[in-house]
């Protein structure tokens, strides 16, 4: 795959295309009910800790399971005059945690810009990085940067091994990601009191839930120690999300139905409780704001009368907003629990 | 009946309860715990589960296990290997009763 959906004209690039065939899942109750059953509905959100800003949908990579979409096609790319809007809207509240996502986050012109602003303003960044980014032309000075600012990485690579790796992410890209990590290594990232933090993420190569997250995170570091040199601080398991092109997927290999029954049958009530949709703030590549940055690709902003866009950011509001859901929310409440931080169980 | 195995009577597996609920329910309970974590590990037990599917030859029982042994962190290079370990005891156990031919042979022939 080189290409994403929208420059394939895909039918499944039109959101709603989606959104149908979510709203229409056989066999699984719809997710409000479930929360019914739970008393947790209407879900709540609890406060602000986490503004996760999607700077933009532009990557240098074109995975088989993106829920955003991304590709080196994507040009939706955040403004400086939107981070400014971001940047003002984080002044108005204490949220420790600044998480910047994409596509490539790194590829915004302005990624360098917004993070010095950040750390100017004492929160702790994270850099949601694919890790080939860092050792693409162009880029190679990305690393240090991060470093000197202590930015934290929290990077993908959802498996040790390169055949899995690749077949979900692309050819050569366990390579590049392996280079990148011995490059972060170099420079401290993930190093005992260095300071310097390396997380990386572990998702499913295919229509199956993540393993324990303790049990699988033991593997990696054992393996990419022993094979590579590699060493990081945290594994996150995340689950795989039944939207974009991982919908395709699952319907292209007739698992779509199975795969909901799956999400629906795991359903945690713990894991719904602590769903980071109650802590987060997802802000778009346009301003607009969101629960998660699913919803953002769902396009389904926050609703109920809240502020829409950053520009009209209302913190007393967003902390207590009534969350937007639908069945792709199961994802977040199987087994476990999945959040951007792994495991919410 | 188009056939005598369809996928989807694997998540039907509970009806099988209907007219014998309590044994449905032990039976359900002893599997159950077989599968817990114990002296080993849950994935060790999906890999031996995976090993024996094949042996025994369960279509339905081939299909969760792959799924388990996924969900539980083995790779397929270690799914394939458990295979070969029930195809190696499986043939293993043909052939030794190659030994049992020769002894009835010897006890025939001249």
């Known amino acids: ?345 | 009946m188009p056939g005598y195995y369809d996928q989807k009577d694997l998540a039907r597996f509970s009806e099988i309860g209907k007219d014998a609920p309590e044994l449905w329910e032990k039976f359900s309970q002893y599997y159950g715990a077989v599968f817990e974590e114990g002296a080993l590990s849950e994935r060790e037990k999906a890999l031996i589960a995976l090993a024996v599917a094949h042996a025994v030859q369960c279509p339905y029982c081939i299909d969760a296990y792959t799924q388990t042994s996924l969900e539980k962190g083995s790779n397929i290079e270690q799914m394939t290997e458990a295979v070969h370990v029930a195809t190696a005891i499986k043939g293993g156990a043909a052939l030794v009763h190659g030994l049992q031919m020769r002894n009835r042979a010897e006890q025939l022939s001249m």
């Open chain 1, 1 to 345: 795959m080189t290409q994403s959906l929208k420059k394939r004209n895909h039918p499944l690039a039109i959101v709603d295309a989606q959104r149908r065939v979510l709203s229409e899942s056989a066999g699984i109750a719809p997710f409000d009910a479930r929360l019914a059953e739970i008393q947790l509905a209407p879900l709540m959100a609890t406060g602000i800790h986490t503004f996760q800003i999607n700077v933009g949908k532009m990557c240098n990579q074109v995975c088989g399971h993106c829920h955003v979409d991304a590709g080196p096609d994507r040009k939706e790319i955040m403004t400086r005059e939107t981070m400014e809007q971001c940047l003002a809207a984080l002044e108005k509240t204490d949220a420790p945690v600044v998480d910047l996502t994409g596509g490539a986050p790194e590829m915004n012109p302005d990624f360098k810009w917004l993070v010095d602003r950040v750390v100017e303003m004492e929160r702790r960044v994270i850099d949601r990085s694919n890790l080939t980014i860092l050792v693409a032309q162009g880029y190679e000075d990305i690393p240090e940067f991060l470093a000197g600012r202590r930015v934290e990485v929290t990077a993908s690579l959802p498996y040790y091994l390169e055949s899995q790796t690749d077949a979900q992410r692309g050819e050569h890209v366990f390579e590049r990601s392996i280079r990148a990590l011995q490059r972060l290594n170099a420079l401290g990232y993930g190093q005992s009191d260095s300071g310097l933090t390396l997380n990386l993420v572990f998702n499913p190569v295919g229509a199956y839930l993540p393993p324990k997250q303790a049990s699988i995170e033991a593997d990696y570091k054992r393996e990419l120690q022993r094979r590579y040199g590699i060493v990081f601080n945290s594994l996150f398991t995340i689950t795989n999300m039944p939207i974009s092109r991982f919908l395709d997927f699952l319907i292209e290999r007739g698992t779509y139905e199975s795969y909901m029954r799956k999400l629906s049958d795991a359903f945690n009530a713990d894991a719904a409780n602590s769903v980071m949709c109650r802590t987060t703030l997802s802000i778009g590549w346009e301003g607009t704001l969101y629960d998660c940055d699913f919803n953002q690709m769902l396009e389904m902003p926050i609703g109920n009368g809240g502020p829409t866009h950053i520009r009209d950011f209302d913190v007393a509001m967003l902390a207590n907003r009534q969350i937007g859901i639908g069945n792709h929310c199961y994802g977040c409440t199987a087994g476990s629990g999945s959040s951007c931080t792994g495991s919410v169980t």
